[in-house]
């Protein structure tokens, strides 16, 4: 790499990736008075895996309680919720139905209950047979837990509205550029970023939220420790649309599965169905929806709506889930980890951001706010432990 062909600047704060979590995390950062760059490698926000998901405000039922992850989703989903009104972004608080197919799936359910409770939400009910057919009679299930404080948002108007409250605390977005190598120095990180031509920029603050690179970029930092980066897994999730009139109005989700939440039935604000995502762990990132995947989906989704008009499926899209486990390993937490333990002082990297990362954004990013503006680390340990994730 060469660190001499182009520009220098000295920046205050510098987060690599403008997705949605990127994005809160920029925003909150110059709300707090830090003049901030957000570089994005692409050419547009959120392209890569914010745009690639089911647009779902998760409750926090599934996590462990006390982990990141249940934590800063139910912190986060109240704080979503309010943002939103108040900004008028799009979004509905539909409620979902997580349903068991069978009786021998019930203690499940229940479990999934006392979980959620232990997480602070306290809302759910159970619904028996007789009481899901009153409100979603298409739906055939034994019970089904009733959460009500599930909902959808318009992650692109919610992205624009952060970058508008960067902006207009003074803080920048450029696009087009790329992040190719980084250095510990002794007042903060040095970046070399591709952005038409080299440029050499000087921080006092990284935060690294790029998503599928998080990895790939600490790696490249000269004088991080290698061995200090987890490694990353791929789960794809396809997603297929229902071609046909939606007869439900809830969110619909089967109990979990391997590596996700199965194949579940959400809905957009025009009342139009899609279905997924499902898991398929692969090697490299493709965003190609087989055909071959339809009979799997079909049997998923009539075990819950066995009538699901024949023909009636169609390719959607797909996103890949930056995971910190592989299959058949117990779930993983989000990881923000402090560089300075590792003499990468300014340094901040997230890892695993997967779901509920948008849910949980605006709480992601008040705790990188927190760490980062807090020099003397004073932020309490256990925000940055990484827990172990046992499947609801």
Same mark, same amino acid.
């Given at each position: 790499?060469?660190?001499?062909?182009?520009?220098?600047?000295?920046?205050?704060?510098?987060?690599? &990736?403008?997705?949605?979590?990127?994005?809160?995390?920029?925003?909150?950062?110059?709300?707090?008075?830090?003049?901030?760059?957000?570089?994005?490698?692409?050419?547009?926000?959120?392209?890569?895996?914010?745009?690639?998901?089911?647009?779902?405000?998760?409750?926090?039922?599934?996590?462990?309680?006390?982990?990141?992850?249940?934590?800063?989703c139910v912190e986060g989903k109240a704080a979503l919720y309010a943002y939103c009104a108040e900004r008028?972004?799009?979004?509905?608080?539909?409620?979902?139905?997580?349903?068991?197919?069978?009786?021998?799936?019930?203690?499940?359910?229940?479990?999934?209950?006392?979980?959620?409770?232990?997480?602070?939400?306290?809302?759910? $009910?159970?619904?028996?047979?007789?009481?899901?057919?009153?409100?979603?009679?298409?739906?055939?299930?034994?019970? $089904?837990?009733?959460?009500?404080?599930?909902?959808?948002?318009?992650?692109?108007?919610?992205?624009?509205?952060?970058?508008?409250?960067?902006?207009?605390?003074?803080?920048?977005?450029?696009?087009?550029?790329?992040?190719?190598a980084g250095k510990v120095t002794g007042r903060g990180i040095s970046l070399l970023v591709d952005q038409?031509?080299?440029?050499?920029?000087?921080?006092?603050?990284?935060?690294?939220?790029?998503?599928?690179?998080?990895?790939?970029?600490?790696?490249?930092?000269?004088?991080?420790?290698?061995?200090?980066?987890?490694?990353?897994?791929?789960?794809?999730?396809?997603?297929?649309?229902?071609?046909?009139?939606? %007869?439900?109005?809830?969110?619909?989700?089967?109990?979990?599965?391997?590596?996700?939440? &199965?194949?579940?039935?959400?809905?957009?604000?025009?009342?139009?169905?899609?279905? @997924?995502?499902?898991?398929?762990?692969?090697?490299?990132?493709?965003?190609?929806?087989?055909?071959?995947?339809?009979?799997?989906?079909?049997? $998923?989704?009539?075990?819950?709506?066995?009538?699901?008009?024949?023909?009636?499926?169609?390719?959607?899209?797909?996103?890949?889930?930056?995971?910190?486990?592989?299959?058949?390993?117990?779930?993983?937490?989000?990881?923000?980890?402090? @560089?300075?333990?590792?003499?990468?002082?300014?340094?901040?990297?997230?890892?695993?951001?997967?779901? %509920?990362?948008?849910?949980?954004?605006?709480?992601? @990013?008040?705790?990188?706010?927190?760490?980062?503006?807090?020099?003397?680390?004073?932020?309490? %340990?256990?925000?940055?432990?990484?827990?172990?994730?046992?499947?609801?």
């Amino acid at each position: 790499m060469d660190w001499t062909a182009g520009g220098h600047e000295e920046v205050d704060a510098v987060v690599i &990736g403008a997705g949605a979590v990127g994005l809160a995390v920029g925003r909150a950062l110059a709300l707090s008075g830090r003049e901030v760059i957000i570089l994005e490698a692409e050419r547009m926000i959120g392209s890569v895996t914010s745009s690639r998901n089911s647009e779902v405000i998760h409750a926090g039922l599934y996590y462990v309680p006390g982990s990141l992850k249940a934590k800063l989703c139910v912190e986060g989903k109240a704080a979503l919720y309010a943002y939103c009104a108040e900004r008028g972004i799009k979004h509905s608080r539909l409620g979902k139905l997580i349903v068991a197919c069978s009786e021998a799936e019930v203690p499940r359910l229940q479990h999934l209950t006392m979980n959620a409770a232990r997480n602070g939400v306290v809302d759910l $009910a159970m619904l028996s047979q007789h009481e899901v057919r009153s409100i979603e009679p298409e739906l055939d299930c034994f019970a $089904a837990m009733r959460s009500p404080s599930t909902g959808i948002v318009d992650v692109h108007e919610l992205m624009l509205s952060y970058l508008g409250d960067l902006q207009n605390s003074g803080g920048m977005l450029v696009l087009g550029a790329r992040v190719l190598a980084g250095k510990v120095t002794g007042r903060g990180i040095s970046l070399l970023v591709d952005q038409d031509g080299g440029l050499v920029l000087s921080c006092r603050t990284v935060v690294n939220c790029a998503g599928l690179a998080a990895q790939k970029i600490a790696s490249s930092i000269e004088g991080f420790p290698r061995e200090a980066v987890p490694a990353q897994y791929l789960a794809k999730g396809n997603y297929f649309k229902l071609t046909s009139r939606s %007869p439900f109005q809830h969110l619909v989700y089967p109990l979990p599965t391997d590596g996700g939440m &199965g194949i579940h039935l959400t809905l957009d604000h025009a009342g139009r169905a899609r279905f @997924g995502p499902d898991v398929e762990w692969v090697e490299k990132i493709d965003y190609t929806v087989s055909d071959e995947r339809l009979p799997l989906f079909e049997r $998923a989704i009539r075990r819950y709506w066995p009538g699901l008009p024949d023909g009636t499926l169609a390719p959607d899209y797909c996103g890949i889930r930056p995971k910190l486990n592989g299959s058949g390993s117990p779930a993983a937490d989000f990881m923000i980890q402090d @560089g300075n333990a590792y003499g990468a002082k300014g340094l901040i990297n997230l890892y695993g951001i997967e779901s %509920p990362g948008i849910t949980a954004s605006l709480a992601i @990013g008040d705790l990188v706010r927190a760490l980062a503006c807090n020099g003397d680390r004073a932020t309490e %340990p256990a925000a940055l432990v990484s827990f172990s994730e046992a499947q609801a």
